[in-house]
């Protein structure tokens, strides 16, 4: 499940389904959005951290569920993904992630919408949706540009390739890259520095920057969505001439 541990003015929600490298099903998206929603709420939260445990940031959202939900074969709704994303997309709080392991697909993506990012020297990072055959996610299609470049980011979209720490450093996806061993306590200290300073004056901060970057990272989501939709058709389509 999603582990919270307050520590003073800052909450740590760990990601702990290390058996699964913490991919994300339906149940883990539901509450990674409910923690940080509590996390909003709560006027002695200044500052929140995103981790893993284990050997993995996130393995990305769980394949096994997603064919499951597709063909039919599990119930349930896959609007966990959405709610986790409107969540991320306009947190009011800085919002940390201290990536201590390998980060792939929502695990990679999810951190275009955190403030900060240290990274595991030793971690690496893909978006695997070429490889995959599927679109982009999470806003990626905007996002990624956005922070390290449009080359950039069209070679890791195109070619599904692995970066490391100091590459992920280099791009400008994180701030720092650190010993594995590190990664979560440093991330802490950064954490209480910022929840420190003035509240107010961290958050309207915050709130200037998702308001200068304005409607981009729905927008991208929406044509991202319509695109899942015209893959998903097809292949129904596909499925029924054959």
Partial sequence: MIEVIDDATVRVCTIDRPERRNAFDQQHYHALAEALEQA???????????????????????????????????????DGFPHLLDRLEAFPKPLLAAVNGDAVG??????????????????????PFSELGVPPEAGSSALLADVIGWQHAAELLFTSRWIDGAEVVELGLALRAVPRDQVLVETIALAHTIAQQSPWAVQTAKRLM????????????????????????GSSKRSTDA
Avoid: K, P, W, Y
Avoid at 106 to 127: F, N, P, Q
Avoid at 216 to 221: C, P
């Fill in 210 to 233: 998702l308001a200068a970057r304005g409607d981009r990272s729905r927008a991208a989501r929406r044509g991202e969505d319509a695109a899942f939709a015209e893959l998903f058709a």
């Fill in 40 to 78: 909003s709420l709560d006027e002695a939260i200044h500052v929140v951290v995103i981790t893993g445990t284990g050997s993995a940031f996130s393995a990305g959202q769980d394949l096994q569920e997603m064919a499951a939900l597709a063909d039919g074969s599990a119930s349930g709704t896959n």
């Fill in 106 to 127: 929502i695990g990679m993506t999810m951190l275009l919408h955190c403030d900060i990012t240290l990274i595991a020297a030793e971690a690496r990072v893909r978006v």
